[in-house]
Nanobody, 121 residues
Framework: QVQLVESGGGLVQPGGSLRLSCAAS????????MSWYRQAPGKQRELVAS???????SYVDSVKGRFAISRDFARNTVYLRMNSLKPEDTAVYYC???????????????WGQGTQVTVSS
């Protein structure tokens, strides 16, 4: 079983910054990739940023140049640094991890509990 614990959300003014953290724990062989999704009021959940455990990253167009995803191998943790925040960034942010339980089994996805980010003056 894998657990994802998120932290770092909160209230921030437009133009401000936050850093979200997501730590993976439990028994697994390897992490393939971790991602951040968000769901704003009245909208579908969208993929914000992803990082392969080898280091390759991708972002949704609306956050390019403002957000940065990174990972810490020793802590099995992914971070999302959010700069120049806008009101439209307001959403519940969810961590996702794709892992392999053993070297010979298929990958499985897990979700964090979500953390609220509110950008408002």
């Amino acid at each position: 079983q894998v657990q994802l614990v998120e932290s770092g959300g909160g209230l921030v003014q437009p133009g401000g910054s936050l850093r979200l953290s997501c730590a993976a724990s439990g028994s697994f062989y390897s992490i393939n990739e971790m991602s951040w999704y968000r769901q704003a009021p009245g909208k579908q959940r969208e993929l914000v940023a992803s990082i392969l455990w080898g280091g390759s990253t991708s972002y949704v167009d609306s956050v390019k140049g403002r957000f940065a995803i990174s990972r810490d191998f020793a802590r099995n943790t992914v971070y999302l640094r959010m700069n120049s925040l806008k009101p439209e960034d307001t959403a519940v942010y969810y961590c996702y991890a794709n892992v392999k339980s053993t070297s010979w089994t298929a990958s499985t996805g897990y979700w964090g509990q979500g953390t609220q980010v509110t950008v408002s003056s």
